[in-house]
């Protein structure tokens, strides 16, 4: 393990390297990802070759101190930074005191790498990075490993995303596709495709739903959720509700919608 270099300097070029990531030219100029905490680290750490650099607070827990070390091995370039320092490029308001460096996996290309014989989760225009990470590690939770993003989505990048995901979107496999290729492909692959809105019929909770690991699960961004096209085309359901409640948010939605379609891809043994 190389021995940590110590940053004292607000204005050093580990710091700017890792507040440039935060953006999305900044990831791409770089090829890397800033994934922070121990969950998310401890994650990444199982990602062969991923790790790319280490940045640890001198007020990190041994937990985080450990996985650090760990993450160091062999040629890792490892940095010390003070209080001050890591609490400029965290994205937390009280962070744990670690950071890794990541080099993303690489993106798909098309939409014959989805598999036909999996489960995808389709999202739409996403905004908020929590919100899609925590949709991202709901989904990967029931073994979906694809992803279709309609462009104008927040990244699955995004450093909150990757926390809010336990580092899931470090190795997923993500697609971006523009509105008109996302609805081509949804509307080829009509009788696998689930899309969620309140107009739609509800899912049945008791019900054993054929096939449906392979199925593509639709969902819709915060605000706005399924364009009129998408709502008129596509296969809907709806989550049902007691009382007052008129909907549930998406990643609620989406988690229900994924453990009733995912979690019967085979018969458990007793």
Known sequence: MN??????????????LALSLREKKGRAEHNLCFAE???AADYALKIKGAVKGVLLSQEATEKCAKIAREAAAGSVPFYLLTKECFEKISVLKNPEGLALLIEPAKLLSKTSDLPKNSPVACLWQLQDPGNLGTIIRSAASFGC??????KNSVSHLHPLCIRASAGAALDAKFLY???EETMRYLEENNDRV??????????KFDLCYNNSVNKVIVSGNEPHGLPERARKSLPLFSIPTEGNVESLNVTAASAIAYYVFWSQRAPKEK
Do not use: K, W
């Open 37 to 39: 905490g121990a969950v």
């Open 3 to 16: 021995e940590p270099q110590l940053i004292t300097s607000r204005r050093a070029g580990i710091i700017d």
């Open 177 to 179: 596709l523009e509105e």
């Open 145 to 150: 490993q694809n992803f279709l993003l309609v």
């Open 194 to 203: 689930c899309a969620l809105s309140g107009e739609g019929c509800s899912i």
